[in-house]
């Protein structure tokens, strides 16, 4: 399973909030877990943990109803596709990139390091119907 996957994104004054035990997801599994109010999804890709926001920059579904496939998590309403590890986008329709979160494992528990984000901005930046 996961280990610690600090990294320079990790701020030393922020808590990270327990969200569930370590082995509460299968490979390919997602949960949607609530901090502060805001659901976030937690991915279980190929045994690494991620955090991502769980809200499609497409048009607002919630990518909890998608689905993981190793990295990749593909939205069940229109299918755009977002890699977990970084929050881009890889449908190539070149949409905002979701926000991600520091996670990291601490005795058996899933801990997930949530800053709430500036209102992001939920449109395509290539908007082919503008213009
Ligand atoms: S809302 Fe996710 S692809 Fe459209």
Redesign the pocket.
Known sequence: MSECLEDSSVSPDIPFVAVGDEDMLRPNEVAEVAIEGDSILVCNSEGQYYAIQNL??????P?GL?RLIGWEIE??????KFDVTSGEESSE?LLQPLVTFPLRIREGKIEVQYTKPEPPAFRLIGDRNQG
Do not use: I, K
């Open positions: 499609c920059t497409h048009d607002n579904a990518l998608g939205c069940s309403r229109h299918g755009a329709w």
